[in-house]
């Protein structure tokens, strides 16, 4: 939000109202309304009053207003400009804490209002851009006033805040002498993996920087602009004004001073290890592998490990892991113990680092089976589903799997040792595979196992030559069926185009944002239907429920529609796409981020994708494929963009196409490059 829109709002003291309604509450329900009562009671609110507006006095000369010049940057949709913010003495000296709101970028001039009534320039000195703090120094000719050494005791460990204390936030965004102050409880300790106090006060770039006090006038925290689950940096979002703040404990700070004060930012530690299960909540963790070169490669992680502990904390869950890495700044070590093999290993550790090198996506060159698997009378299921889900169907010639030998009709049943059970198991041994390295296949060749070395290759940024043949034949005569898409709540309109037998293979799913507007359901099946038949697709399409644009409410759709979908047909995670008409492509980018666990790939047609960045770097098991369809001059910074995060990006120009009409987009490229997602 730009500092002329926060000029707006005035911060009230909100202490007040929570008490004022309590004692209101107890006023009315008492049984007889005896008026000692509710005079005591009044006088209680008053107490109350009073002791926090001495806590906000206590910290009071510390907290001081900062104003920035030049350096405008622009934050998520919002450009901010200069102007003031606020900070919080340390130490006499002059080093003072804020917030890294206002300095992403650093300004051209910084000027703080001391406690004497002086402007004095400052300079950033450090920034932490895992706790979104930033370090400034004033010089000044006396000590100033500072956050007292008895406060930092009080936020040495977490357990010392209870829950549901009371707290004031404060600010001098508006006020150079007279802070601000919001009032409210400490709602949860340990938010943001560990890193942060979360309160119920309103926190907004009004008090970023400032205290957060309790009723005795002790600084527990310093007020910062994170999110509640960010993990990754860069993925965090202004969330002022929902309810929901943040403080950073002052031990966590003033155990980082001294690497601030020598010019040394720190950033989150990243490890780079791949679990089998994105779910925070799910456990153990198991992992599939290591991103080539991340410092989880380095300490020896291999796929099948299970992480018991890091640091030396229990791990049971992968939120239990994240918790122990977001403790840990970049540059510093991380010790591992793992089960492998049911055998305990220790002594494992690492260097965390600032960022994981670029991952880019791996590639063999073979497909598997689109049959559903068919259990054989009294075989297990897992050696049903590995004679029928893991049967090689074709090989694309030059390939890795072409070179090393494979064949249509080989069935894979290990890689590297370990037993390929599924295809979500092939995919995270393929997915972590360094390049340099053969990974070893059994195979099943009509009677015979055999051992073939392969080694994979980056994932080619070109079409497939051509579609591989069908493996079902359609009954004469055969059509798609349109079936309509219930949505529960959404007023939108939804329909899917369903190709004959498709319940007897894995069906890709492709779902379209349309462009606003009516759509011709007749024309999509038409344009549709070859395809879906011969290669197993079902094509969702949705349209907005205003005819005008889309909504941000409206990206739920693809989810819900995908959720559908799997209810009735068994669709295929390699060939799960989002794809987009006109301004509907925009939405289409957005869903699929959203949805990466799920989705494989994304297809713009006709969208115009000026500006665009994804938030996050590619990543293996959660990768995404770009198609973009459109006029020549619109495709460019896009592709250019989508490949430095490590993504792969297919650009087909074409110069008739009209984001509303299918007969106009190019059917033969879209086609094979949807296809050519179910390769491994």
């Known amino acids: 939000m730009p500092y ?7 911060v009230a003291h909100r202490f007040s109202l929570p008490a004022a309604i309590g004692v209101l509450m107890v006023c009315l329900l008492m049984p007889h309304g005896g008026f000692g009562q509710q005079l005591d009671a009044l006088q209680l609110l008053e107490k109350e009053q009073a002791a926090l507006r001495d806590a906000a006095a206590k910290a009071n000369p510390y907290v001081v207003q900062i104003e920035t010049f030049g350096g405008m940057e622009r934050i998520g949709e919002d450009l901010v400009a200069e102007g003031p913010t606020t900070g919080t003495i340390l130490t006499e000296d002059g080093w003072i804490v804020s917030s890294l709101y206002s300095f992403r970028q650093r300004p051209a001039s910084i000027l703080v209002s001391l406690p004497n009534g002086k402007r004095q320039s400052a300079e950033v000195v450090a920034r932490d851009f895992s706790r979104q703090l930033t370090l400034l120094k004033v010089e000044s000719e006396e000590p100033l006033p500072h956050v007292p050494e008895s406060d930092q005791e009080a936020s040495a460990e977490l357990s010392a805040v209870n829950v549901g204390s009371w707290v004031v936030a404060l600010g001098k965004t508006y006020d150079k002498e007279v802070a601000s102050q919001s009032g409210g409880i400490i709602s949860a300790v340990g938010r943001a993996y560990g890193k942060a106090f979360q309160t119920d006060a309103k926190i907004s770039p009004i008090n970023y920087g400032g205290p957060l006090v309790d009723i005795q006038g002790r600084s527990l925290g310093i007020l910062s602009p994170l999110s509640p689950g960010t993990f990754l940096e860069g993925d ?33 530690g990243k490890l780079g290890v791949v679990t089998t299960s994105q779910n925070e909540m799910a456990g153990p963790v198991k992992v599939v592998g290591a ?5 989880a490669g380095k300490a020896g992680l291999q796929g ?26 970049a540059g510093n070590e991380l010790s591992l113990e793992v089960y492998r093999k049911g055998k305990l290993v220790k002594g494992l550790s690492c260097e965390l680092a600032k960022e994981i090198p670029v991952y880019r996506k791996r590639y063999l060159g ?19 589903e590995a004679s029928s889900a893991l049967t090689i169907s074709s090989v694309e010639s030059k390939s890795p799997a ?10 894979l049943l290990s890689c590297d040792g370990e037993l390929l059970t599924s295809r979500e198991t092939l995919r995270g041994r393929i997915a972590v595979a360094e390049l340099e390295q053969e990974l070893v296949l059994r195979i099943r060749r009509r009677e015979e196992e055999l051992e073939i070395a392969l080694r994979p290759e980056l994932w080619p940024d070109e079409l497939p030559a051509s579609l591989p043949k069908p493996e079902i034949e359609m009954p004469e005569n055969s059509q798609c069926k349109i079936v309509d898409i219930a949505l529960g709540d959404f007023t939108n309109k939804a329909f899917a185009v369903v190709p004959p037998l498709a319940d007897l293979r894995n069906m890709g799913l492709l779902m379209v944002y349309s462009e606003p507007g009516d759509v011709d359901r007749e024309k999509s099946k038409e344009y549709w239907s070859e395809f879906a038949m011969a290669q197993g697709w079902i094509v969702a399409v949705a349209s907005s429920a205003n005819p005008q644009r889309w909504s941000p409410a409206e990206i739920e759709l693809a989810e819900r529609i995908l959720r559908r979908m799997q209810k009735s047909y068994s669709v295929d995670r390699k060939r799960l796409v989002i794809a987009g008409q006109g301004i509907g492509g925009r939405m289409a980018v957005i869903a699929a981020n959203g949805l990466r666990d799920q989705v494989s790939g994304v297809l713009t047609l006709n969208t115009p994708l000026g500006g665009f960045q994804l938030p996050q770097q590619n990543f293996p098991l959660r990768s995404l494929d770009f198609l973009l369809v459109g006029k020549g001059e619109m ?17 087909v120009p074409s110069a008739s196409v009209s984001a509303a009409k299918w007969e106009t987009y190019p059917q033969v490229e879209i086609n094979r490059w949807l296809e050519g997602l179910a390769r491994f």
């Open 4 to 10: 002329s829109s926060l000029r707006q709002k005035k």
């Open 236 to 268: 965090s979002s202004e969330i002022y004004d929902s309810g929901i703040g943040f403080a950073i404990p002052l031990a966590d700070i003033f155990e980082r001073l001294p690497t601030w004060q020598k010019g040394e930012d720190t950033h989150e």
């Open 291 to 295: 991103i080539p070169g991340s410092p």
């Open 304 to 329: 099948g490990d299970i992480i018991n502990k890091a640091n030396e904390k229990p791990i049971r869950l992968l939120a239990d892991l994240k918790h122990a890495i977001a403790q840990v700044d």
């Open 366 to 384: 073979l497909r598997l089976s689109k049959r559903l698997a068919e259990e054989e009378e009294g075989a297990e299921e897992e050696q049903a």
């Open 402 to 411: 072409a070179k090393a030998g494979l064949i249509s009709g080989d069935t």
């Open 635 to 651: 495709l460019q910074e896009p592709e250019k963009a989508i490949r430095k995060q490590g993504y792969s990006a297919v650009t």
